[in-house]
Every structure is written in C-alpha cells, then in structure tokens.
C-alpha cells in the first residue's frame, strides 16, 4: 500500500487497534435468542477488519465472547477470529465478559487451567501497553473488581510504559442513560478509580452496552465499542430501548503520541461513492502544501 500519506499536522498513528465486543456466540451456530444470527455478522465484521487495515496492533474483544460460556461456542469463535489475526500479522486480546464462563473461556481460548481465576494479561506492543481486566463475577451478570485484581493492577502500573497504557475491559465505569444497565454497572468504581487516577493509562475499552458510548473516568477516556451480534435501539424513549438485528459496528482505534481516537466502524453494504481512493492520494502527494490547499479547500467563485 502506498503511503503513509501525511497532509495534516499530525503524523500516522503510531498503533491502530482493532476494538470489537460482544460476539455472544452460542454451540452449534445457534441464533442468539431464537433471532439474531451471530456467525453471519460476526463473518462481516471480520471482512470488514480485513479491509480497514493491513496490519493492526492488536484486535481486542471486550468481552461475551460467548452468551452461555459453552465450550463448543468458544471453538467456534476462536476459529473464527485466528486465521484472521494469522493473515494480519497481529494479537488477539480476548476479554471475559458477564456472559462469559471463566473456565470454558480460559481453556478453549487461552489453553490454560479450566478454573474462576479472572482472565487478566498484559501485552507491551511497541512502547504501548494493553492490559485486560475481567470485570466478570461468576454467577451474576453486573461487573466488579475483586481486592486481588486491583492490587495486580496497581502493582503493574507502578512501572510507567514508553507510550502508556489502555485497559480493556466489559463493563465499562461510566453512567447509562438506559436504566436496565444501570442494574448491571460496574460496582466500586471508587476502588478502580483510586488505582487509576494519575497513572499512565491514557484510555479504556470496554463494551456490555451494545451501543456505542463515550465518557470520562478518573481523567481517563473511556470508549465503549458497540456489538457485532445485535444492538440496542437508542433512537427510542430510554425505558423502551430494545435490541434490533441492525446498526452491528466495531472501533477503529489510533493511537498517536498526544492523542487516541476511537471511530465507529459499521458493517454494512450500504451502497458507497468511489470519488476517493488510491490515486487521489497520489494525486494529492504530487502537490505541495499551498497547491493541495488551492486544489481541495478553495470553495467555488459565487
């Protein structure tokens, strides 16, 4: 490919993540709820993560991976999701979720012990440190961090990392307007909040809400990615959000040395222009600062 092709004031990011959430596979290919076929928009979301970038840092799934923990709906995802993370040259980052099952997840994807200890990891990719928290509570579906984890969290903190942290996370530490996800929030945050505040993490991700959501915690951004099995319908009154089989995205994540964006993906095939492309970037390579300007932004004589 080429490029990169530098026209503005900042440089190429110097990671591009790869954010995606809530998959919420089932055994055997099974429709989610007797409705939502997950293979199929989870198969389009991979095409399209194909398409966004040749080479990502890292693809991080923030959680239900799985919607029963079963076994089989673990294979069936890893499947999936390897070959593609093979062809790209990059990591998978798989993330426990309340749907989760910490010893299915933990042996048909990490190949490690069937046991309830958290799904935790840290991974330095360049100067850039992810770390994966498992805000999952067995038995119950709202989101917690036990004494131990937080204690580990801190602990691995302590050393700063050249370009800094994100934690990747399910249930994200930010309000809801829908009040059903109030009931399954992230509890004391208090406690992850005096770990974090002040340390070098510069983002977090997380998902749970199945759509897509911005915030601040404790000085820190947070961007919850929306799912790619069903999402819900926000353009409703708050007490009548459902989900719909519609609006499925992923984030794109750049990382640059003075900030991190996070863009909305979605997986659709709606029709597209072809005004822009390869060879208008040349094109516009071709041309010096002042001449790019005369040939883009100039408006039209009235």
Not at 18 to 41: C, E, K, M, Q
Not at 127 to 149: C, E, K, M, N, Y
Request: with cysteine; aromatic share 6%.
């Amino acid at each position: 490919m080429p490029g990169p092709y530098v026209f503005g004031r900042h440089q190429p990011a110097s990671h591009t993540i790869i954010h995606v959430s809530d998959p919420h596979f089932l055994a055997g290919g099974a429709r989610l709820g007797g409705r939502y076929n997950v293979d199929d928009t989870f198969a389009r979301t991979l095409v399209a993560i194909r398409a966004v970038h040749p080479s990502p840092a890292a693809i991080v799934l923030t959680g239900d991976l799985t919607d029963l923990g079963e076994p089989d709906a673990y294979r069936r995802l890893r499947a999936a999701v390897e070959p593609v993370a093979r062809e790209l040259g990059t990591r998978v980052i798989w993330v426990a979720g309340n749907h989760d099952e910490r010893p299915a997840l933990r042996e048909g994807l990490l190949d490690a012990p069937a046991t309830e200890e958290p799904v935790t990891g840290v991974w330095e990719i360049d100067g850039l440190r992810i770390i994966a928290l498992d805000t999952s509570v067995p038995g119950w579906h709202h989101g917690d961090l036990d004494d131990g984890q937080l204690a580990w969290l801190a602990d691995v903190l302590r050393t700063p990392a050249p370009q800094g942290t994100l934690l990747a996370m399910h249930h994200p530490p930010l309000p809801s307007h829908l009040p059903l996800f109030d009931i399954l929030e992230l509890r004391h945050q208090e406690k992850l909040e005096a770990v974090i505040r002040g340390s070098d993490v510069r983002g977090i991700l997380a998902g749970h809400l199945h759509y897509s959501s911005t915030g601040v915690f404790a000085g820190v951004p947070v961007s919850v990615a929306s799912a790619t099995c069903y999402t819900m319908n926000v353009a409703r009154p708050a007490a009548e959000v459902n989900g719909m089989d519609a609006a499925q995205a992923f984030n794109l994540v750049h990382v640059y040395p003075d900030t991190i964006t996070h863009t909305v993906v979605p997986v659709t095939t709606a029709p597209t222009g072809e005004y822009f492309s390869e060879a208008w970037l040349e094109k516009m390579a071709a041309l010096d600062p002042e001449a790019r300007l005369e040939a883009f932004s100039r408006k039209p004589t009235r």
